[in-house]
């Protein structure tokens, strides 16, 4: 899945760090990649608007997957007590009074259930280490219509998750029953924009 630009509210977060930000920052990014839990300190905890807004997105991605008290409530009853969600205020322009309740997912217990053999989409290259790094392109999706394959029995009962091919908080899986969830509740004038996977067995 990704997520269209016009989607994300323009906002700035409140600095709540002065020292070792950059190294604080570090770790966040690297636990978050991993599907690893991230302590509340690594992240932010408000923000305020730079732009005027009639709507707030109950889905969308700024560095972080974004999400409201609904899409928060479904996740929670599909994958009970499986993520993190950290409380997020977002003011308006002038910082006086809240616009949206929000939270910051974190996506954990990461899955491998790319089909590579049968995955036509896949970005391949060479990492700084040396390591073959497989990742999902969404513009390869988005731009030649190609698919991706994941192994069924894998994500079985599944609903969010991140995997090799979508490591990272601005990448993730849905299943068809969150993905009809956030569908009903985006009346955003972008919604996001969703590209479908077939599944395989194994």
Request: charged share 30%; glycine share 4%.
């Amino acid at each position: 899945m990704t997520t269209s630009h016009k989607n994300i509210p323009n906002f700035a977060v409140d600095e709540i760090w002065e020292a070792a930000w950059g190294a604080k920052t570090e770790v966040r990014t690297k636990k978050m990649h991993a599907g690893l839990e991230v302590g509340e300190k690594y992240l932010e905890k408000s923000g305020y608007l730079t732009e005027a807004r009639k709507e707030i997105p109950p889905l969308f991605c700024s560095q972080f997957w974004y999400c409201s008290e609904v899409i928060k409530a479904a996740i929670e009853r599909l994958e009970p007590k499986r993520h993190q969600f950290h409380p997020f205020s977002l003011r308006d322009q002038e910082r006086k009074y809240e616009v949206a309740q929000l939270y910051i997912i974190n996506i954990l217990d990461s899955i491998d259930a790319l089909d590579l053999e049968r995955s036509e989409n896949l970005e391949v290259y060479t990492g700084y280490d040396g390591q073959e790094v497989v990742k999902v392109n969404p513009l390869f999706l988005s731009k030649d219509k190609r698919e991706i394959a994941l192994y069924q029995d894998r994500i079985k009962n599944r609903h969010l998750w991140m995997g090799p091919g979508a490591f990272g908080p601005a990448k993730a899986f849905i299943s068809d029953e969150l993905h009809d969830i956030i569908k009903e509740n985006d009346i955003s004038p972008s919604p996001l924009r969703f590209y479908r996977t077939k599944r395989t067995l194994h």
